[in-house]
Structure formats: structure tokens, C-alpha cells
């Protein structure tokens, strides 16, 4: 298992314990996992975003810590997350939004692999890449939105 995932792990299992926030104290959280600060950093921005319905509030100085706090409702998240997409997604930014949802338990493993089986660029075979993304993008937003409640 990579360290960002042992990392991402341990912050969600700190949810898991039915808060809707958590506070870390990144040197201390580094230090009991055995890496350097920056990789808790890494982890936060990159798995941890708005998108995937967290806020993050830091705080500098001797007592300075990272506020993570959680979406009300898994709606919400995905709302959020349907309004960052714009008008053109990637491939591999697509996967990681739907990796995300999946990990943080608000889409199913099935819903997560038909997602995925959509945005591959093998779909798009005969469109340019701005096309491409552009259609992936909107049938991500469709796919999203049909899955809210």
C-alpha cells in the first residue's frame, strides 16, 4: 500500500469516528506514520478538495493544525463537485473525481466502474481532444446527477 493511501486512510478512519470535522496537527500525523510533513500536505490537497465535499482550514504558528471539515450530505458533495467539472474534463482528472466518490463511500463500486467504463479516451476515438473533453465532461455532470437522490 502506498504511503499517500495509508495516509488518506488514517484521515478518513478520524471520520469514521462520527465527526463531521477533524483537526490535525501535520508534524504530529507524520511522525506517527513514519513520512515527512509534506506528504500529509499531498494527501489533503489532492484527495481531501472541495470537490470531494471537504473544506480545509489551516492554521500556521507553534500550535498550527489543518481543519478538515465534511460535507453535510453526500448531495452536496456531488453538487460540488458537478459545478467545479466546467465545461471540459480530462480523462485522468475524470478518474480521479470518480476514485474519490467511490473511496469516500458516496457512489457504489457499480456505479463507480460504469462510470469509468464512460470517460476513457478509447470512447472518443475520431473527436479532437477539446471535443473529447468537453463531451466527457458533460456526460460525467448527467452521470453524476442522475445518481443524486
Known amino acids: 500500500?502506498?504511503?499517500?493511501?495509508?495516509i488518506a486512510d488514517v484521515i478518513m478512519d478520524m471520520f469514521d469516528e462520527g465527526e463531521s470535522s477533524i483537526q490535525i496537527q501535520r508534524n504530529d500525523l507524520a511522525n506517527r506514520l513514519?513520512?515527512?510533513p509534506s506528504q500529509i500536505n499531498y494527501v489533503i490537497t489532492s484527495r481531501f478538495t472541495p470537490e470531494a465535499g471537504y473544506?480545509?482550514?489551516s492554521r500556521r504558528g507553534g500550535g498550527g493544525y489543518i481543519l478538515i471539515t465534511r460535507a453535510d450530505t453526500k448531495d452536496?458533495?456531488?453538487m460540488a463537485l458537478i459545478n467545479s467539472i466546467g465545461t471540459s474534463i480530462d480523462e485522468r482528472t475524470a478518474k480521479a473525481h470518480i476514485y474519490n466518490l467511490?473511496?469516500?463511500?458516496?457512489?457504489d463500486d457499480r456505479s463507480a466502474r460504469l462510470m469509468m467504463s464512460v470517460i476513457p479516451d478509447s470512447n472518443?476515438?475520431?473527436f479532437d481532444r477539446d471535443?473529447?473533453?468537453?463531451?466527457?465532461?458533460?456526460?460525467?455532470?448527467?452521470?453524476l446527477l442522475a445518481y443524486i437522490d
Open 76 to 78: 452536496n458533495a456531488i
Open 34 to 36: 513514519g513520512c515527512v
Open 1 to 6: 500500500m502506498k504511503m499517500s493511501d495509508i
Open 124 to 126: 472518443f476515438k475520431g
Open 55 to 57: 473544506r480545509i482550514e
Open 131 to 143: 471535443t473529447a473533453s468537453k463531451i466527457r465532461a458533460d456526460l460525467l455532470k448527467q452521470m
Open 102 to 107: 467511490n473511496y469516500q463511500k458516496m457512489i
